[in-house]
Nanobody
């Protein structure tokens, strides 16, 4: 079955950087669109970023645009989220998710489009 395992979370000061990774197995990674979501305690899960299969188009939430970069390495079955200029409000559990195979929609911010999820990695940004 599909397994997604996030890593790279931690504690960082405001203005700092982190790179999250998501290792995927049990799927033909190159045919899946991938996304990052986050959820803080007491809040709903929110979209962060997505990257499509094929052309690798990227999409970002307005709150992270210009600070976060999503990328993928299909040869290694890895998804990344480079996070720069972190803010305390970025504190959350971050989850990677897979949509596919060959997802042809354009609703990448909708968590219901993703059929597989990782267990999450915690990011804490101190002020």
């Amino acid at each position: 079955q599909v397994q997604l395992v996030e890593s790279g979370g931690g504690l960082v000061q405001a203005g700092g950087s982190l790179r999250l990774s998501c290792a995927a197995s049990g799927l033909t990674f190159s045919t899946y669109s991938m996304g990052w979501f986050r959820q803080a305690p007491g809040k709903e899960r929110e979209f962060v970023a997505a990257i499509t299969w094929g052309l690798r188009r990227t999409y970002y939430a307005d709150s992270v645009k210009g600070r976060f970069t999503i990328s993928r390495d299909n040869a290694k079955n890895l998804l990344y989220l480079e996070m720069n200029n972190l803010r305390p409000e970025d504190t959350s559990s971050y989850f990677c998710a897979a949509a596919g195979p060959l997802y042809r929609g354009n609703d990448y911010s909708n968590s219901q489009r993703y059929g597989s999820w990782g267990q999450g990695t915690q990011v804490t940004v101190s002020s």
